[in-house]
Nanobody
């Protein structure tokens, strides 16, 4: 079971970036997936989540309307499209998967984690 997050980088405020989470070694479509982020000196926080089918999504208030989570089960990937980026979006972004159904917003609900990808937004 491995999750690989990629797509991070250095961008300017107002730019867009798309993160990708790829999974291997498991039945990808059977697990809800979430994105979390952790800024220096801060707790890891929830960003967005998507159900197994992709039919339902949920976002943190801080990113609602700017970020979009989606999944392609045929390609074993989950994307996080990030628009109108702000300096406060700077963090290491992690994708994670959890057993069971439903949308989880707490990191302890997720059993499987990727290694993280750095997103830096300059103002």
């Amino acid at each position: 079971v491995q999750l690989q997050a990629s797509g991070g980088g250095l961008v300017q405020a107002g730019d867009s970036l798309t993160l990708s989470c790829a999974a291997s070694g498991r039945t990808f479509r059977s697990y809800p997936t979430g994105w979390f982020r952790q800024a220096p000196g801060k707790e890891r926080e929830f960003v967005a989540a998507i159900t197994m089918s992709g039919g339902s999504t949920y976002y943190a208030d801080a990113v609602k309307g700017r970020f979009t989570i989606s999944r392609n089960n045929a390609k074993n990937t989950v994307l996080l499209q990030m628009n109108s980026l702000k300096s406060e979006d700077t963090a290491v972004y992690y994708c994670a998967q959890r057993s069971g159904d439903g949308l989880g917003t707490i990191s302890s609900e997720y059993q499987y984690w990727g290694q993280g990808t750095q997103v830096t937004v300059s103002s």
